[in-house]
């Protein structure tokens, strides 16, 4: 559990303590957000819950050099919410599994920090339920939408911002593999670019 923070001889805050992670999902883009964790140093992967065993088994076999991943297995989400009392919460699984999954660990108690996987939601009512119940419970949720992060993105939306390629007055942008794993990126770095200006109409 984080108690405090401390500063560093290079003034880069850390945490005393390092929080608890629980993993819910144990596919290849949960193990993009393991390797996250634990390469930071601050933070260790307590738990870990997916429907099966084997799998988990292969998931633990990525990351058995590290000190910090030290996962109790669970084939129960809500078991794992109960017992582990994790800190931070990582989702992976399908879309239909986010919303609930999000809820229930928002509502789990102790929970500080929840990082789903996109698409957020499979329906607008299940996203606004996610929203509500980290609100209640004083939650931060991410959703993964890490592009904003990545330098070409930045540097483009610094580039707009100056006003140095004009008014940006259409994006035309593509991408395959399905509307809810990549337009949900798209329609991110639109409102990202644009300085997440609300929407006033749909065609």
């Known amino acids: 559990m984080r108690v405090g923070v401390k ?8 945490l005393a303590d390092k929080l608890r992670v629980g ?30 065993p084997e799998v988990m088994n292969e998931y633990d076999e990525v990351f058995a050099e590290n000190d910090d991943y030290k996962a109790e297995h669970f084939t129960d989400f809500r078991e794992m919410l109960k017992v582990a009392k994790p800190d931070v919460v990582s989702i992976g699984v399908w879309h239909s599994g986010h919303a609930p999954m999000t809820v ?17 939601a499979d329906s607008l009512g299940a996203a606004a339920d996610m929203l509500m ?10 959703i993964g939408h890490q592009r904003r992060f990545l330098p070409a993105y930045t540097l483009a939306k ?6 140095e ?7 035309t942008s593509v991408a ?4 809810p ?4 990126h798209q329609t991110d770095m639109f409102r990202y670019l644009l300085g997440d200006v609300e929407c006033t109409w749909v065609m």
């Open 165 to 171: 390629i004009g008014d940006v007055r259409l994006i």
């Open 158 to 163: 610094q580039l707009i911002e100056d006003g």
């Open 23 to 52: 993993v819910i999902g144990s596919g290849g883009m949960t193990q993009n957000h393991s390797w996250g964790y634990l390469n930071s140093g601050q933070y260790e992967i307590i738990a870990l819950a997916d429907l099966s």
């Open 104 to 120: 229930a660990a928002a509502a789990a108690g102790g929970v500080k920090a929840i990082l789903c996987e996109k698409p957020m």
């Open 7 to 14: 500063v560093s001889a290079f003034g880069v805050r850390e």
């Open 176 to 179: 395959g593999d399905g509307l």
């Open 133 to 142: 119940v980290c609100s209640r419970n004083n939650v931060k949720l991410v």
């Open 181 to 184: 794993n990549y337009a949900s």
